[in-house]
Each structure stands twice: as structure tokens, then as C-alpha cells.
């Protein structure tokens, strides 16, 4: 496929910048604004620019899926809202329902248009996770709901903003349904900041060019990326690659199936054997799966190509049966779909593209094994140490750890594989803002799959209630506590499992109190209470928290590692000296690698595999 360029080439290089910059100055905007450390540490939010019909044209490099399901908000407004209520200039629209476009009921959308001289040009969006947006459970997750009338209330798109001016009476049914509606409306305003920012930025460009100059514009960049995608899968043999991961839900176990095919210019993505739907909370909706996708693609295909979701998304096609965890016929429940099936599916989707791309040769070197395909997380809602009711999602299972690469190791707590710039609060920020105290937060050994490259180690973390006497609602909530969510590949092995454990009325306070400071979660004696991958409990004074967050797969047999990368592993504490032996088979004596030892050991290995087979 060839297309013609209808913006002379330099302006068009220095204005596609120039528009891929005023994302970043979006972003940035709505961090400041909000008072969330949802966004304002952690940056789980995006911003997105899309043409008149709802394509994305640019978004920023936070979470890619959320900046992509502003695109089909869009499309959706433009379906049923165009004779009523209407589309005008200084309208703004806000949406949280799932089976529209965000992934769940807690990302909450906001898009305006863009006009110039009474013509439709383009959109804006922004989108934040917001703390608690309703629901019979606090946060995100609602624990025993049979489906989505049983989580936080749906709002498709409705108009919210007329004339420039936000309308009370939208606003004020909004903010009614959450816990901590202040800071909802604070993030509503962060995410106006966002699109008048972005709005801005385009009206910019739209003056340069004229109307039919900036249409031409977003065409330019859609054709682009389109163009650019194309080129690459050319480079690679044609070929079907399969993945597969497993869920756990309430006792059960839900396989989550991807067949990637890649014939020609296109990618066809298949889920024929992923499991049937399941009640409530850990399905995704279709459109949702289609803006995961697109978040899988663009970062581990596209490192050369802007991240223009709606040109790269004409080269790929899904088939999904109806009914099933990733494509689930209403009223089925998500409201856990992004901390489940999403970072599962985004893992798994991103591994068999590395697949792919090892059997390529010419791209060989890009593939990388899987980033978290979970992580452990809680949302916690009570009485602050300021008497003041607050809410919080605790997000340090974001930390991650990358996947192994074929010729490195995986990043230490390297983040999420779908959000590039998507961080983890400051402890400091955590312990001014909610009455709790770390005791530490630092990198798990062995929590990265081992290989000859190994993957990233994840997040272990231990609190405490600090300055209250008890945080009286908790939700744990993870996927992968049984079954690792997050594979390894070309022989590499999968990442730990998450974890959630407490201990009850220990003495952790007499202990801080004379100046001791465990450093290990077993110091403290007590009986250990483990939680399932969805719990709900509460904690009080003298309860000790854990959480343990999985790392990134490894790449290749562990017993080709080089013994001097395990050796120095070992002294750095990213791997322990029992799975430096039992792994990686590698003989420590004296601080050094005992070479005939380590020879005896893996040969044993070896011979004991071919026994088994």
C-alpha cells in the first residue's frame, strides 16, 4: 500500500512533533491539577488526539489502552449523539461504561470536540482511574457481584460540559455516587485542564493549516503509521504463534487463548479456547479488548513508529467468541478487568508478538519475554491520622519487572509492559497523605523468571497502621496468587506468584517504639494469614502487611546462564543461593563460582530432565 503525503514533508515532520509534545504537555497538566496520587505519582491516566471520526491520531505514553478507548467514546457519541442532545462547540462529554469504550466502571473519560468556523475537526480526551466512582465495595473491585448491576453505576457518554461551562446538575449526579467526591471532582477538572490544554495545541496547528490543511494533516499521520506497520510485517515470514494463561476466580480456573497469525500486511488475532465468561468483575468488554491490543502492539512492535493506535489498528483483526472472559455478552461484570484478564491478556498478547519476532531474524533481537501479567494491589477507605475520610489505591505492584530480552536481562522493577510512563507513588507520599507506615518497600530475589537471561524482579512491601487505630475497609486484590500470570520464553521460566499475608496483634508496635526495625516480614512472630487473590478484610493497629508482586519472565534454559551473571546476582540479592543451585545449578564456595562443582550439578540436571521426559 502506497499513499501520497498531502502536508509538505518538513512542515509535516515539525508539526507531528510539535502535536506529539502538546501530549506530554497535556498529561503533565492534568498530574498537576489532580489530587490523586493515582496521577499525581503514578500517572495512570492518558490524553489522546483523534481525527473527526474518532481515529487516534497521537496519544501520550502513559497507559496505552486508556489513551486508546477514548477513541471508541468517541466513535460511539458520534453514532447515537448527533441530533440529540447534539454536538456543538464547547461541549464535553464524560463516560465510564465499559461496554462503550473505558475498560472499567473506575476510568472515567472525558472528550471534547474541536471546531473551527462551525466545522468538526478533531477530538480530545483525557482519562484518569479514579479512586471510588460507586458500587456496594469501595475502589474498583466488587467482591460477590453476579455481574455489572452488582458493581459501580454505568454512565455512558452524557454531556457534562455546554458552552464551556461544566453543568451542575451531571456534575452533581456524578460526584453523588462516590465515597470521596472531592477528589473526583478535582480529577474532573485535571482532566478539562487536559483537553483545553490539548484543544489548544490543535486550535494552533488548525490556524496554521486551515480546515481542510489540518484534516489532511491527521490523514498524513494516519497513513503514516499505517504505512510504517505494513513495511515491518513484510520483514517478517508468515506464520501462526500461539500463548496461554490461566485466571483464577473464586476457586476456578479461566485459560485465556491467543492464536497470533501473521499473513502478509496483517495480524489476526484469535481467542478460540479462552474460557467462557464468567459472572462478575474479571471479564473485558470487546471494545476494551481491541484498545489492549493496540496498547500490545504499538509497544513492542512500534519502537520506530509514532504510536498512532488508529492507523496501526487497520492491520489487525480479532476474532473473539461472544460470551467468553474477553468478549462477554451484558450485563457480565469488569469491574476488575484491568488488574485481571487486562494485564494477563496484554502480557500474553505481547509475548506471542515476541514469538513472532524471534522467528523473524531480522527482529529477533526485540523480542522479549513476559512483563506482569498481574500484580498484587489494595484499595484501602476508612478515617485518615486527620480524622478525615479518605480512599487510596495502593499501586506498588506497578513497579513490575520487565521481561527478559535475548541478549539481557529483564529491568528490575521495570513497570508495566502497556505503560510506558506509568510509575509508583513515593513511600513519603503514601505514608502524609494515609495513616500507614512502611516498614520497606524494596526488590524481590527470585520473583523474576530465571533464564539465560532472567527477568526482572518485582516488589515486596511491608506496612503498617500508622496514626489510627484501624483502616477499616481493605480490598486485596491480584491475579496469579496460584498459577504464575506472567510466562517466559524460549525455555526461560515464569515469574513468582503474588501474595498478600498478615499477621495479627503482633508487638510491631513496642518494637518501633524502642527503635527496632524489622527488615524481614518473619522477624516479627506471629501466626501468618494468608488472603486469596480477592479478599476483603480490614487492619488495625499491630497487624503487619505484606505483599509480594510478581517480576518478568526469563529467557532460555536456565542452566546456560553464564555462572558469573549468577554469581554476581547472588551478590547483589537479586537471586537467592537456593535457586542460584537449584535453577541455575551454580556451585558457590568462598565468593567465587566453584567451576567443577557447577559442571557436576547442571550435568545432574540434565540427566535427571532426560529421566523424566
Known amino acids: ?58 496519544l501520550g505514553q502513559y497507559s496505552i489502552a486508556k489513551g486508546t478507548t477514548l477513541s471508541m467514546v468517541v466513535k460511539d457519541i458520534l453514532e447515537h449523539y448527533g441530533d440529540n442532545p447534539g454536538i456543538r462547540e464547547g461541549d464535553g462529554f464524560i463516560c465510564n461504561d465499559p461496554y462503550v469504550g ?15 468556523n462551525g466545522e ?12 471510588d466512582v460507586g458500587g456496594p465495595t469501595p475502589g474498583q473491585v466488587q467482591l460477590g457481584a453476579k455481574d455489572i448491576y452488582g458493581e459501580a453505576p454505568l454512565m455512558p457518554p452524557m454531556k457534562i460540559l455546554a458552552d464551556g461551562r461544566l453543568l451542575g446538575d451531571v456534575e452533581r449526579s456524578y460526584l453523588r455516587k462516590s465515597r470521596v467526591p472531592e477528589l473526583v471532582a478535582l480529577d474532573l477538572r485535571a482532566k478539562l485542564a487536559a483537553c483545553h490544554s490539548l484543544l489548544q495545541n490543535v486550535g494552533q496547528i488548525g490556524e496554521q493549516l486551515g480546515n481542510e490543511g489540518l484534516l489532511n494533516f491527521f490523514d498524513d499521520i494516519l497513513g503514516d503509521a499505517e504505512q510504517l506497520i505494513r513495511a515491518k510485517l513484510r520483514d517478517i515470514p ?54 489492549h491490543l493496540c496498547g500490545s502492539v504499538v509497544t513492542t512492535l512500534c519502537w520506530d513508529i509514532p504510536w498512532t493506535t488508529g492507523g496501526i489498528a487497520r492491520v489487525l483483526e480479532i476474532q473473539a467468541e461472544e460470551g467468553t472472559l474477553v468478549r462477554p455478552a451484558f450485563p457480565a461484570g469488569v469491574s476488575k478487568s484491568t488488574t485481571s484478564i487486562g494485564l494477563l491478556l496484554g502480557s500474553i498478547v505481547r509475548l506471542v508478538l515476541s514469538k513472532m519476532l524471534l522467528a523473524s531474524g531480522k527482529h529477533a533481537d ?30 506498588d505492584g506497578m513497579a513490575g519487572g520487565g521481561g527478559a530480552r535475548t541478549h539481557k536481562d529483564g529491568i528490575d522493577t521495570g513497570g508495566l509492559g502497556g505503560s510506558p510512563k506509568v510509575g509508583i507513588a513515593n513511600v513519603e507520599d503514601y505514608e502524609l497523605q494515609y495513616p500507614m507506615l512502611y516498614l520497606y518497600r524494596r526488590q524481590l530475589p527470585d520473583s523474576g523468571g530465571a533464564g539465560i537471561f532472567r527477568g526482572g524482579n518485582g516488589i515486596d512491601r511491608m506496612y503498617v497502621v500508622h496514626g489510627q487505630t484501624e483502616i477499616e475497609d481493605v480490598v486485596l486484590h491480584s491475579v496469579g496468587s496460584k498459577v504464575p500470570a506472567t510466562a517466559g520464553l524460549a525455555g526461560g521460566h515464569p515469574s513468582a506468584t503474588n501474595q498478600f499475608m498478615i ?12 527503635g527496632a526495625l524489622p527488615g524481614q516480614f518473619e522477624e516479627v512472630p506471629g501466626d501468618v494469614e494468608r488472603h486469596a487473590a480477592m479478599s476483603r478484610t480490614k487492619l488495625s493497629s499491630g497487624d503487619l502487611y505484606r505483599s509480594i508482586s510478581n517480576g518478568g519472565g526469563g529467557y532460555g534454559d536456565p542452566l ?20 542460584a543451585e537449584r535453577i541455575y545449578g551454580v556451585a558457590v564456595a568462598g565468593g567465587a563460582v566453584d567451576a567443577a562443582a557447577t559442571n557436576r550439578l547442571r550435568a545432574e540436571r540434565f540427566r535427571a530432565r532426560l529421566a523424566e521426559a
Open 1 to 58: 500500500m502506497t499513499t501520497v503525503r498531502k502536508t509538505e514533508p518538513i512542515l509535516y515532520e515539525i508539526l507531528r512533533h510539535r502535536l506529539q509534545s502538546a501530549t506530554e504537555e497535556a498529561a503533565v497538566t492534568m498530574k498537576r491539577v489532580s489530587g490523586s496520587p493515582v496521577a499525581t505519582e503514578i500517572g495512570d491516566l492518558n490524553v489522546s488526539i483523534m481525527d473527526r471520526n474518532g481515529d487516534c491520531v497521537l
Open 102 to 116: 473505558v475498560m472499567h466502571q473506575n476510568d472515567v473519560a472525558l472528550v471534547l470536540p474541536y471546531f473551527r
Open 120 to 131: 468538526l475537526l478533531a477530538w480530545v480526551g483525557a482519562e484518569i482511574h479514579q479512586i
Open 238 to 291: 508468515n506464520g501462526t504463534w500461539h500463548a496461554r494463561a490461566y485466571m483464577e476466580f473464586e476457586d476456578e480456573y479461566y485459560p485465556v487463548v491467543v492464536a497470533l497469525t501473521k499473513q502478509g500486511e496483517k495480524l489476526k488475532f484469535d481467542f478460540a479456547g479462552t474460557a467462557k465468561q464468567a459472572p462478575a468483575t474479571i471479564n473485558m468488554t470487546f471494545p476494551s479488548l481491541g484498545a
Open 366 to 395: 526485540r523480542a522479549m519475554a513476559g512483563w506482569p501479567g498481574s500484580k498484587a494491589q489494595e484499595e484501602l477507605h476508612g478515617i485518615d491520622q486527620y480524622g478525615r475520610p479518605f480512599g487510596a489505591d495502593i499501586l
Open 503 to 514: 499477621k495479627r496483634a503482633t508487638d510491631i508496635g513496642e518494637r518501633l517504639a524502642r
Open 560 to 579: 546456560h546462564r553464564e555462572p558469573a551473571r549468577v554469581l554476581d546476582d547472588l551478590a547483589n540479592g537479586r537471586v537467592s543461593a537456593e535457586t
